[in-house]
């Protein structure tokens, strides 16, 4: 079993810069590809960015591509997503998610990862 605990979320005004982190633990050996995941009211579990756990191979939505930077540590237990010009459409609740299948790339689609965390909320002010 694997948990996942995101940190970093809050406040920031339009045009400034948050970062995300995301940490596993427990069985973290079986990870695969890592993603971050953001819920608003009318979007649910809109894929962000992920990053596969060998070879850093990384995908990104066109909404964040450029914006975002989505990178693992060399334990491959934590995922960072670095979110630069932030704007009101940022705002949701980001989820960390992982998956224990070994996938070619980064899968875009929710129902390919398992463990999820509890979400930070992100807040981006007019």
């Known amino acids: 079993q694997v948990q996942l605990v995101e940190s970093g979320g809050g406040l920031v005004q339009a045009g400034g810069s948050l970062t995300l982190s995301c940490t596993a633990s427990?069985?973290?050996?079986?990870?695969?590809?890592m993603a971050w995941f953001r819920q608003t009211p009318w979007n649910e579990h809109e894929f962000v960015a992920g990053i596969t756990r060998s070879r850093d191979v990384t995908e990104y939505s066109k909404s964040v591509k450029e914006r975002f930077t989505v990178s693992r540590d060399d334990a491959r237990t934590t995922v960072v997503l670095q979110m630069n010009s932030l704007s009101f459409d940022d705002t949701a609740v980001y989820y960390c998610?992982?998956?224990?299948?070994?996938?070619?790339?980064?899968?875009?689609?929710?129902?390919?990862?398992?463990?999820w965390g509890r979400g930070t909320q992100v807040t981006v002010s007019s």
């Open positions: 427990g069985r973290t050996s079986v990870l695969n590809p």
């Open positions: 998610a992982a998956s224990e299948i070994g996938h070619l790339g980064v899968p875009t689609s929710p129902n390919a990862y398992s463990e």
